[in-house]
């Protein structure tokens, strides 16, 4: 595969991945106020990208990225029915979730060759949203009846229920390695955003197609 071959080429490439929603703010929130200690998991998601291959060194690049959903589901109990007239547990439900597209340049050892690594960087414009809700589910003993045995009441509070989303752009910089066979390549990525409130990661695979 000659250099000249893959000069000044257009690239399609398409990829799915795995997101560290790195949501440790959020997740101190629920732990201090809720509770619950459950950390969020790698969200799962899609991403497509446009590429121009301006020599075997350099490529300008644009996407988008779905870093997808993250969700915990946590229980934290407190009180003893028997022993203090009262017991109960807060639940909580919490989603995470993003998507971004990006604009950047990605440099690498030469692309003539069948394996090639590099690094990549530009700016994002991103959004993030944030789910949260949480119940205070609660039994409490409020008296005896007749026969001398206690009386039950069970009821529920709504603690918490909001969504928020927000916005903004800020730069992103990652790793990327190749293996090109022709005009088809595969490769992974590894790439960090930054946010105002969080700096997520996906690794990424994906399939691309020289045109």
């Known amino acids: 595969m000659s250099a000249q071959a893959i000069e000044s080429s257009w690239y399609l490439k398409f990829g799915y991945g795995a997101t560290d929603p790195d949501a440790g703010i959020l997740e101190q929130q629920l732990s201090n106020e809720l509770g619950a200690y459950e950390q969020f998991g790698f969200a799962r998601g899609l991403s497509l990208a446009l590429g121009y291959q301006l020599n075997p060194y350099i490529a300008i690049e644009g996407g988008l990225v779905d870093w997808g959903d993250s969700t915990i589901e946590d229980k934290a109990y407190y009180g003893n029915l028997m022993l203090d007239g009262i017991a ?20 690498s050892t030469s692309v003539a060759r069948r394996f090639a690594v590099g690094v990549k960087g530009g700016f994002h414009v991103w959004t993030l949203e944030e789910r949260v809700r949480a119940i205070d589910e609660w039994q409490q003993i409020v008296g005896e009846n007749e026969s001398g045995g206690a009386v039950v009441v069970s009821s529920e509070t709504q603690l918490v229920d909001y969504a928020r989303s927000t916005d903004g752009s800020d730069p992103y910089a990652g790793l990327i390695a190749s293996y090109r066979e022709d005009s088809w390549a595969l490769s992974v990525e590894y790439t960090v955003f930054q946010t105002e409130f969080a700096d997520p990661s996906s690794t990424i695979f994906s399939v691309s197609k020289e045109f």
């Open 88 to 107: 109960g547990h807060y639940r909580t439900k919490a989603r995470v979730s993003g998507n971004t597209g990006n604009l950047g340049v990605v440099l």
